[in-house]
C-alpha cells in the first residue's frame, strides 16, 4: 500500500506537497515524544512543546485539504493512498498529544524516574525510539520486513507494559503516587507504540487492515 505514496513523493502535485508534509509530521513527532522523555527523566529541558504541537495541528490540517482539493479535481485518481495519507496523520497528530502528557507528567512529578517501578519503563522507552528509527526507514523505502519487525516489536513492548501495569496493582511496597505515575507513563509509552505500529502497517497492509496484523483472517 505505501508504495503508492512512494511513487506519489517520487512526482509533483498536491499529494506531493501531502507525503513531504507526512513526513515532517513524523520528524515532529518522533522530536516531541524524545523531548517528552527527557523532561521525564530530568536529562534535558524543551520548551515550547505545545507551540511544537500546534505544528503538527497545522501540517495534519494542511494534509486534509490538500486531500479533498486533489480528490475535487481528479475524483478517480490517487483514492488509495488519499485514504491512507488521512489515516496516518491521525496516529502522527496522537503520539504528539501523548509527548504532552508527558510533559505534564514531568512538571507534576519533579523527583527522579529511577528505581523501584520505574526501571522497567527506561527500556521501553528507549525501544520506541528504536521503532520511530525503523519505522522511518520503513515507509521511505517502502521495506516490508522492517515495517513487520516494528509490528512484532510493539506486540512484545505491549505484553511488556500490560505485565507492568500487572505488577503494579499487586504491589504493595510501590506508593499511590508513583504507582500512579509509572501506570501512566507505561501506557503513554504503550500508546506511542501503537499508533507507530499503525503507520508501520501502512508498509504491509491494504488501507482497510491499516493498524492490524497482516496474517489476521478477514472478516
Known amino acids: 500500500m505505501y508504495r503508492d505514496l512512494l511513487n506519489i513523493w517520487k512526482g509533483s502535485g498536491l499529494l506531493r506537497l501531502c507525503v513531504d508534509d507526512l513526513l515532517k509530521m513524523f520528524d515532529i513527532s518522533e522530536m516531541m515524544f524524545s523531548a517528552g522523555w527527557e523532561m521525564i527523566t530530568g536529562s534535558g529541558k524543551v520548551e515550547g512543546l505545545y507551540r511544537i504541537d500546534r505544528q ?4 495534519q490540517i494542511a494534509i486534509r485539504r490538500r ?4 480528490l475535487a479535481i481528479n475524483p478517480a485518481q490517487d483514492i488509495n493512498a488519499s485514504f491512507v495519507l488521512a489515516i496516518l496523520v491521525i496516529d502522527l ?3 504528539g498529544d501523548y509527548a504532552k ?3 505534564e507528567i514531568a512538571k507534576h512529578y519533579p523527583e527522579p524516574i529511577s528505581g523501584g517501578a ?6 521501553m522507552a528507549e525501544r520506541v525510539k528504536e521503532m520511530f528509527a525503523q519505522t522511518k526507514i520503513a515507509i521511505t523505502e517502502s521495506d516490508e520486513e522492517l515495517a513487520r519487525r516494528v509490528m512484532a516489536d510493539q506486540a512484545d513492548l505491549a505484553m511488556q507494559a500490560d505485565r507492568l501495569m500487572d505488577r503494579l496493582i499487586e504491589s504493595k ?4 503516587k508513583e504507582g500512579i505515575v509509572a501506570a501512566l507513563l507505561s501506557r503513554y509509552i504503550k500508546r ?4 507507530l505500529k499503525n503507520v508501520a502497517s501502512s508498509v504491509v497492509n491494504p488501507y482497510h487492515r491499516i493498524g492490524y496484523r497482516p496474517n489476521e483472517k478477514e472478516d
Do not use: K, T
Open 67 to 70: 486531500i479533498l482539493e486533489h
Open 93 to 95: 497528530e496522537r503520539i
Open 101 to 103: 502528557n508527558l510533559d
Open 118 to 123: 520505574f526501571d522497567a519503563l527506561h527500556p
Open 173 to 176: 511496597d510501590v506508593s499511590v
Open 56 to 59: 503538527l495541528n497545522e501540517l
Open 192 to 195: 506511542v507504540s501503537a499508533h
